[in-house]
């Protein structure tokens, strides 16, 4: 599937961004003015909403093919998976209602600009601007057992979380059709992370927000925004003091923002709908890992007990050994079906605009990167720095 922007064609050269910015107003966003440029919105106790950005997860697919197999990793089932389990996340958070806007995001693009000026410009530049960033990296994903390490950082860099979540499934959990069968896995994140949030007063949060968008601007521009915030001796980034509210800066800073979010809400559309349809084919892929890793500890402790139910080398023996072997073989055909449906379900969705002005291809991590290259010449151009 692909989706298709389309602007006008211009009938002068321009600056790609500058058409961008044209496009974006011929397609109806309208950048609303911010009356609050640090999010404060809140909940009905007036405690300031902390948005949430969760990172696709690290597949941790080993290098070298020959460990796959042992590992008991499909490749392209765990780079599914990849995708999938943030959003399994990301379900878990919304329903909660605790939190503002959770996002599932690309993680490329995070580095420092080259002119970003030495020390504290580094720092703040390189790392994250997300309000709240989760990672994750899958460790052990076989139908039977889920292993997750997790790491979740504010924009302060405060770090809420960083350990390992395991669960194991049974025959029940996957009778629950309406939930993930290691939905109690994701509960945990949840509420570890609702813990930690509980122990930060509201105006804690709230300079969680307003540092969120400093370091937003500083990557936008490090000269401007970095001398609005200090580092202390532990890594942590406090505010030395705010912009105003209508500085032209802090304003064009926000419209990129909004820009930014419209890719990625984009982005999250379409795997919204990839997680529903494979859903259910997920599932069963992962039922049947699990079954088949049952099946296997059970041959083999008959065969170190030597429990076999017929005579070794009698005909029904034979036909016992063959009719696992094709029950296995058959099994292993299904698995390899659905990870290569996986595969071909989650391809990322290729974002084409005119040539006149730019393409967004490759996998999402390739298209935030670029995007994230438009979105710097885009400030540019409002700041005048770009002629046209």
């Known amino acids: 599937m692909k989706k298709i922007f389309r602007f006008p064609v211009a009938p002068a050269p321009r600056p790609r961004a500058f058409w961008l910015l044209l496009g ?13 440029a640090y999010g404060q919105t809140s909940q009905p106790d007036n405690t300031p909403l902390l948005d949430v950005d969760i990172g696709l997860f690290d597949p941790n697919v080993p290098k070298d093919a020959a460990k796959h197999r042992s590992a008991g990793i499909q490749p392209l089932v765990r780079q599914a998976e990849s995708r999938y389990l943030p959003f399994v996340l990301l379900q878990t ?17 995070n580095q420092a600009p080259q002119n970003s000026p030495a020390g504290l410009a580094h720092n703040v530049t390189e790392t994250e601007f ?5 990672t994750g990296v899958i460790e ?5 057992y889920l292993r997750l390490t997790i790491r ?3 924009s302060t860099n405060r770090e809420w979380l960083n350990q390992q979540y395991s669960a194991m499934a049974v025959e029940e959990n996957y009778e629950q059709t309406k939930q993930d069968p290691f939905q109690g ?3 945990r994140i949840a509420a570890d992370l609702q813990n930690v949030k509980a122990t930060l007063s509201a105006a804690q949060i709230q300079a969680i927000n307003e540092i969120a968008v400093l370091r937003y601007g500083a990557r936008l521009s490090p000269a401007t925004f970095t ?13 030395t003091r705010l912009p105003s509210k209508q500085d032209p800066m802090l304003q064009r800073v926000l419209k990129i923002r909004q820009y930014e979010y419209l890719f990625i809400d984009t982005e999250n559309d379409q795997y919204q709908r990839l997680f529903t349809q494979m859903k259910n084919k997920y599932t069963l892929w992962r039922q049947y890992r699990r079954e088949m890793a049952i099946y296997l500890r059970q041959e083999e402790a008959a065969a170190k007990d030597q429990k076999y139910p017929f005579q070794r080398g009698t005909l029904p023996s034979m036909k016992h050994v063959y009719g696992d072997y094709v029950w296995f073989r058959t099994q292993e055909q299904y698995i390899n079906e659905l990870s290569q449906g996986f595969n071909n379900e989650v391809l990322p969705t290729v974002l084409e605009v005119n040539d006149s002005l730019v393409t967004l291809s490759g996998d999402l991590d390739a298209k935030y990167e670029q995007w994230q290259s438009i979105l710097q010449s885009l400030f540019e151009l409002e700041r005048g720095e770009i002629a046209n």
């Open 24 to 36: 974006f107003q011929l397609l109806g966003l309208v950048l609303l003015p911010i009356n609050n």
């Open 93 to 109: 958070l919304n329903a909660r209602g605790e939190w503002g806007v959770v996002r599932v995001r690309a993680m490329a693009g």
């Open 130 to 134: 997300s309000p709240l960033l989760i």
């Open 140 to 144: 052990q994903s076989d139908g039977e």
């Open 152 to 154: 979740a950082v504010d």
């Open 185 to 187: 896995l994701f509960n």
């Open 227 to 239: 001398e609005y915030l200090t580092q202390d001796e532990s890594g942590l980034l406090q505010l």
